[in-house]
């Protein structure tokens, strides 16, 4: 099967039951992506796919073949941090920081789900208050992606300044 991950375009011989999250931590050595609850319900496993956020521990590698798949090794390196894991730092985004890599995956589909459902492309630079998302919006849309330790301040904090 082939498989578009992180723009490179990757064959793996992988059984049709193995799931996406499996399929990346196991078979490919991108352990960035976590497990956490393998069910769906904590967002630990959160990568893109075309720009959209979804749990990878719930879909089966098998279908996302020739997609645009993106994991949080895709998103910045550490000597080149994505603005957003830039702003976890700063901010105190975290604590254990295994949640992490599903938030920031979370937070950059977010803010793409958003920018898709403004009138205008115009509009794509402008701050998340100025077109109206508030941080209880924020909240709400970030809430599939869970935090044991409750950094949930600090990763608002992280998103609104990164995009201001
Ligand atoms: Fe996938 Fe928890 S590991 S949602």
Redesign the pocket.
Known sequence: MRFIINEHSIEADVDVRTSL?DLLRDHLGLTGT?????????????VLVDGERI????ALAVQYQDREILTIEGLGTIGDLHPLQAAFIEYDGFQCGYCTPGQICSAVAMIGEIRRGLPSALTEDLALEQIGFSEDEIRERMSGNLCRCGAYNGIIEAIRATYA
């Open positions: 999250l976590k497990k956490g609850c393998n069910q769906g319900a904590c967002g630990a496993c959160t749990n990878s521990c719930l």
